[in-house]
T-cell receptor
């Protein structure tokens, strides 16, 4: 069973627009979340982590976590063609010895 | 900063063959990981290691062996390659359970 679900599967936004990606965990123990981005032919790179309720902003990227609903979102403001990539959400529990579980990803295309 | 190197970049094997993939990191991270990436299935953890000579099974360990020879290197062996198998194998490292840093991947094709 997939413990981390992402939506939508794919998304197309115009250049300069806002992209919104969603992620939900089905395991209540998962309290720590990450967003990774993978360009074609490369390995994933971490965008940001979020561990507390509320918003976390890094440049054009804002993550929002609601621990009660185990939902985290990623919003990309002023989207650029270079943002076109596969975006993964990852989550893990707080106790030691656990590891991150990844979602199946959202494919984002930014159209010039 | 640091870097993760994976060799080879491309690997073509025959059905039933034993194939070995290698990974090196210079972050001085304690924890290293091997993932398999298939189209539409995200990343699935095969093995991870929290220190030299340690091995922990992930969700997809059957059909694979791993070896953490030293802190900076982590190898993965496909024990018997399956015909028509095609996947990308990604190596990563992290400090404890924190943010992971990935290599560029090894692309496997089994004829």
């Amino acid at each position: 069973q997939q413990k981390v679900q992402q939506s939508p599967e794919s998304l197309s936004v115009p250049e300069g627009g806002m992209a919104s990606l969603n992620c939900t965990s089905s395991d209540r123990n998962f309290q720590y979340f990450w967003w990774y981005r993978q360009h074609s032919g490369e390995g994933p790179k971490a965008l940001m982590s979020i561990f507390s309720d509320g918003d976390k902003k890094e440049g054009r990227f804002t993550a929002h976590l609601n621990k009660a609903s185990l939902h985290v979102s990623l919003h990309i403001r002023d989207s650029q063609p270079s943002d076109s990539a596969l975006y993964f959400c990852a989550a893990r529990a707080g106790n030691s010895g656990t590891y991150q579980r990844f979602g199946t990803g959202t494919k984002l295309q930014v159209v010039p | 900063g640091g870097i993760i190197t994976q060799t080879p970049k491309f690997l073509i094997g025959q059905e039933g063959q034993k194939l070995t993939l290698k990974c090196q990191q210079n972050f001085n991270h304690d924890t290293m990981y091997w993932y398999r990436q298939d189209s539409g299935k995200g990343l699935r953890l095969i093995y991870y290691s929290i220190t030299e000579n340690d091995l922990q099974k992930g969700d997809l360990s059957e059909g694979y062996d791993a070896s953490r020879e030293k802190k900076s290197s982590f190898s993965l062996t496909v024990t018997s390659a399956q015909k028509n198998e095609m996947a990308v194998f990604l190596c990563a490292s992290s400090d404890n359970q924190d943010t992971q840093y990935f290599g560029p991947g090894t692309r496997l094709l089994v004829l």
